[in-house]
């Protein structure tokens, strides 16, 4: 029966050191273009697949990030997913998502999965709530968090998301200039952040005229 090609075959294909191998593959140490061409060259050909776990123990690095979204049947989520996993690849970093259904036990649970299979980092769509102590325990344990969309209260942590209460005063303001005076808005359920953002934009906007 064929077996799997190791770091040794490759090497020997390639004609170079085991650690040549090695540097190619985990970037650590500079190695010349030429050199990486054999690698790689013999990487394709031998069909060769680095062993991700056995490395991860020895670096204390899994190369994995975890995603933590809502619902993926938003249609908010899928272009955030792909943008992040397309530039997680382009980092050599794999990308596994999870749906919390803005269930906060949910959540809580995805949380200790993640942290069990060491993910080097966790984009977070945080659920709706107060309990965020499951959120500081994870970041305590030295995993990386960047928030997304909406920002946990009473937290210190990295976050890319937009100016809810500014884009709907903005929209509102709009819909006024253009001489508009009975002006509904439909949101999500008030318990999530970015709906009660958007209301309070509205309101102020309406304030202002």
Known sequence: TETMATIKDVARHAGVSVGTVSNVLSESIPVSAALRERVFAAIRKLDYHPNYVARSLKVNRTKTLGMVISDITNPFFPQVVRGAEDTAFKHGYLLITFNTDDQVERERQVLSVLRS???????????????TAHIRNTMQAGIPFVCLDRIPPGLSV?????????????CVRHLINRGHRRIAIITGPLSLQTASDRVAGYEAALLEA
């Open 158 to 170: 990295d976050s890319v998301s937009v100016d809810s209460v500014k884009g709907t005063q903005v």
């Open 117 to 131: 299979r060491r993910v080097d980092g966790v984009l977070l769509v945080v659920a709706p709530g107060s309990d």
